[in-house]
Each structure stands twice: as structure tokens, then as C-alpha cells.
């Protein structure tokens, strides 16, 4: 009894948000990849709310809230990465007042799974120097901002992958020197 009373607590949650929000069922469903039938069916109640920790985490990400706020939400099996850059991508998100429902539907719409994805921690600020600079124009960055976060993030994956970047500097810093007169910075 007590999973029928959270159930329709989350699907509430989830209905209340869609209409305060002016989001289209079928948008939400594009955003946290799922189908539009299925999102009807949450909030309906037709089948259970999710307790697959992707798709709640999806879910909460969309709607700016804590996973943890749905009762279904478990401990995720795949690791959630707590990264500098994600973390900075979510603040500026803030900082230029946008929710964000709005940031992610300037996205192509088969983009926004991909950038839920990046929100909740699944995957990384892309190393795609073309793709940073998407994320960067929707947030209106100029060129140096894009590129400072581009640089952090090659630094973070070269570093991950063992190199050690004192003794590799002058490579290093050849490389984003000419990093720097290819993107005209």
C-alpha cells in the first residue's frame, strides 16, 4: 500500500512539473529517453514508477531536483562522476538564469538525452572541441571561456590516461599553443 500512495506521489511530482513548465510529454520523453506512451503511463499510473536509477536519474535531472527526493530512487550501479567541469557547466547554467528544461531544449532534440546524460554525472564534458563550443554558444561563453574549459577537460583525460603532465610540459603546452592558433584564440 505504502508503494501505491509514493507512486502516485512521483508520478504527481513528475505531472506537476510538466505543467508548470509548459514541457510536452513528448519533449520530456525525448529528454530522458523513453517513449511518449511511457511517460503517459507514469504519470497515469498505469505501470509503476521507475526504480531504474538511469531513468530516475534522468527524470530528476531534467527537473532540477535531487534523485533522491523519489522514493523509488536506489543507490545507481553504474559510478556517477563529480567532475570539476560538469559542475561548472551547471553554474553557469544558473548564473545566466536558465532551468534547465530551457538549456536542454536549445539542443537538437537527439542531443538531449546525451546532455541529461552529462548533467547527472554518466558522462563527461565532451572533449569534441565543436561540441563544447554548442554547449558554449547556448550559454552565450566567448571563445577564450570554451576553450579554458576544452583545455581542463584534454588536461583532465590526459592525465587520467597516465601521462604525467609536469614531465610532458613542453608537449603539452606546444599542443595547446597550436590548440589556440587553430581555434583563432
Known sequence: MKHEIQAKKSSQKLADFLTKN????KDFAEMIGVTLSYVYNLIDETIPFSTRSTTLERIATVMDVAPEEFEEYKIPQEPILKD????????MIKEKKMTIVTFLKAFPRKKRVEI???LRGAYPIPIDFKELTMIGQILDLDKNDIYNIWEERIKQVLETNGMNLASNSALINSMFECARKYADI
Open 84 to 91: 570539476d567541469t560538469i559542475e561548472l557547466l551547471k553554474s
Open 116 to 118: 541529461v546524460d552529462m
Open 22 to 25: 509548459s514541457l510536452h510529454k
